[in-house]
């Protein structure tokens, strides 16, 4: 996904989603998916999972 090489920073939102961005505009956003993990949302394609570990 063209751009996401430039994410510096993530913000967790009151509503579970996390988005990374280059500073102010989120790049990707994601939210808590069925089961563990998420998947993106904004933008709508391409279609990213990211998974947590603990």
Known sequence: M???????????????????SDGVDPIVTFGVADGDGYESYAPAA???ALSTSE
Do not use: M
């Open 2 to 20: 063209p751009g996401i090489e430039h994410a510096k920073f993530w913000r967790e939102q009151a509503d579970g989603s996390v988005a990374f």
């Open 46 to 48: 391409p279609l990213l």
